[in-house]
């Protein structure tokens, strides 16, 4: 208990040093920081973060928003979605501590997601109340999230690793583009869900430590600079960039995995609400997993 | 009306570290403790010949970063060049502060989470876009002293006049009168003019 007391007042006082005379932002570096601004021999990431968000990263995020559902609009219309017969056979895939964990990193996409939007595009929603109300739920939906991301990444890990069925996989685009219903080769999880898998964990993470970074703002880590040789405010300008830059991928991957469970394979989402997967889907979408339960008399 | 530029100078070969500028700040906004608009920094400090002071607050920058990376846009620039900032608007994201040169935005910190307030920063004393003069103004960005025609307080306070702020052409005129008195030394662009002004 003690350990966590302790823990908990080094956070704190971690928040609050903000303004204290060891700052790393506006104390003794403050010169060295103004003097290396843009010069030949920085890493130049002030001026680099000023262009970036200047010009780019809202739009890139406009066309992500747009461009993914848009393309997944046309892919419904055109070859529609994936319909399996409710089959009475059904295999317990998912246990309740899945399904929790899984339910409490939805709930916090769900908000940490369209709350990045309400920051950035604060502009278009006039700043303010609502706006720092959903940069302050960015912040704290981000705890659930931070609390289930290394026990997701230890219970599926197995199932996500990339193997030579992936590489059909990818080949034939998990057989999304055709309306036939053909077994398609692929594990527990195929070659699209292990990458949502890998930019949900280490995306997820890295977004977790580039926010964090954001929000505590002016700490002290002596490991971390000599680490990478950065000043504060240059690893804050870094930060910056890769929690815009992740925010795509993780942005439109996390669409996906909507449209997938939602739309495109009609009832899949259920799976992750009781934890029971049709034998029809699986056998189509994910036969080699089928043939191993198959062989283990599980159907 | 033609409006003249408004900038910020410190002569480093005057400044004597006395703090006298950010403490008159401090004092004449009601700024929270932690809160330094304006901040009197020293380097290479007990080397001889190379010691300098010089007092950094916002540089009222031409095209100024903060403003190109402010995501609900709460800046604006007066005619007069001064960068001001609605802190209504504003939702304490940081990223101003990791576009300015200056390292000039500070945050207080508020709430129980601690997440950062409204940015606060140097208003060259010319308050904010509430009515001008009026308690929340006041209140919120400080005194409006542009306003009552005086001129901003650190540089008003400066005991060796290190520290001068006006339109663009007068503190030119300073700066080559002073340069040229000195016989040419320290005949540099004045510190941070570069990164603020792109020296025009």
Redesign the interface.
């Known amino acids: 208990m003690r350990k966590y007391i302790v823990m908990f007042i080094a956070l704190l006082s971690l928040a609050s040093v903000a303004m204290a005379a060891e700052s790393q932002i506006w104390g003794e570096m403050r010169i060295q920081n103004i003097l290396g601004y843009g010069q030949e021999e920085s890493l130049k990431l002030g001026p680099l973060f000023t262009m970036l968000q200047h010009h780019y990263f809202a739009w890139i995020f406009l066309g992500v928003l747009i461009g993914v559902p848009g393309a997944f609009f046309i892919h419904y219309k055109i070859i529609g979605p994936k319909v399996f017969p409710h089959s009475e056979k059904k295999y317990y895939a998912f246990n309740l501590y899945n399904r929790i964990i899984h339910q409490v990193a939805a709930v916090s996409f769900l908000v940490i997601i369209p709350t990045g939007f309400i920051i950035v595009f604060g502009d278009f929603f006039g700043g303010g109340t609502l706006v720092r109300m959903a940069k302050n739920l960015h912040g704290i939906f981000t705890i659930p999230f931070t609390i289930v991301v290394i026990p997701m990444a230890l219970m599926w890990v197995k199932e996500a690793i990339f193997n030579m069925d992936d590489v059909k996989w990818l080949m034939i685009v998990g057989g999304y583009l055709s309306k036939e219903k053909k077994p398609i080769l692929a594990g527990k999880f195929n070659c699209g869900q292990k990458m949502w898998y890998w930019v949900a964990i280490l995306g997820g993470i890295t977004m977790i430590l580039s926010g964090a970074f954001m929000y505590f703002l002016d700490f002290k880590m002596q490991m971390l600079h000599d680490l990478t040789g950065m000043s504060q405010i240059d690893m804050l300008r870094a930060a910056a960039i890769i929690h815009n830059v992740m925010g795509f991928a993780v942005l439109a991957l996390f669409i996906t995995h909507v449209y997938m469970s939602m739309f495109a394979i009609k009832g899949a989402v259920h799976s992750i609400i009781t934890g029971y997967v049709e034998e029809e889907e699986v056998k189509i979408l994910h036969s080699t997993w089928y043939k191993k339960l198959k062989d283990q008399g599980k159907f | 009306m033609d409006y003249a530029r408004m900038k910020f100078y410190c002569d480093e070969s005057r400044c004597i570290e006395c703090d006298g500028c950010s403490v008159a700040c401090a004092e004449a906004h009601e700024l929270p403790?932690?809160?330094?608009r304006r901040?009197v920094?020293t380097?290479n400090e007990g080397i001889p010949g190379k010691e300098m002071s010089?007092s950094?607050a916002c540089m009222h920058c031409t095209d100024a970063?903060c403003q190109?990376?402010?995501?609900?846009?709460?800046f604006y620039i007066r005619e007069d060049g001064i960068v001001l900032h609605?802190k209504?608007?504003?939702?304490?994201?940081?990223?101003c502060?990791?576009?300015?040169?200056?390292?000039a935005p500070?945050?207080p910190?508020d709430?129980a989470?601690?997440?950062?307030g409204a940015m606060d920063k140097c208003t060259m004393c010319a308050g904010g876009p509430l009515e001008t003069n009026s308690e929340k103004e006041r209140h919120l960005y400080g005194q409006n002293r542009i306003a009552e025609g005086k001129v901003p307080v650190c540089a008003a306070m400066c005991s060796t006049k290190a520290l001068l702020v006006g339109d663009a052409e007068s503190v030119s005129n300073v700066y080559r009168a002073r340069v040229m008195a000195r016989g040419g030394k320290g005949a540099n662009s004045p510190y941070?003019w570069d990164?603020a002004y792109k020296n025009q």
């Not at chain 2, 403790?33 to 330094?36: A, C, P, R």
């Not at chain 2, 190109?68 to 709460?74: A, E, L, N, S, T």
């Not at chain 2, 989470?113 to 950062?116: I, R």
């Open positions: 403790t932690g809160i330094s901040k920094v380097i010089t950094i970063p190109q990376v402010c995501p609900v846009d709460c609605d209504n608007t504003c939702i304490g994201c940081g990223y502060l990791y576009a300015c040169p200056f390292g500070q945050f910190r709430g989470f601690g997440a950062k941070g990164k």
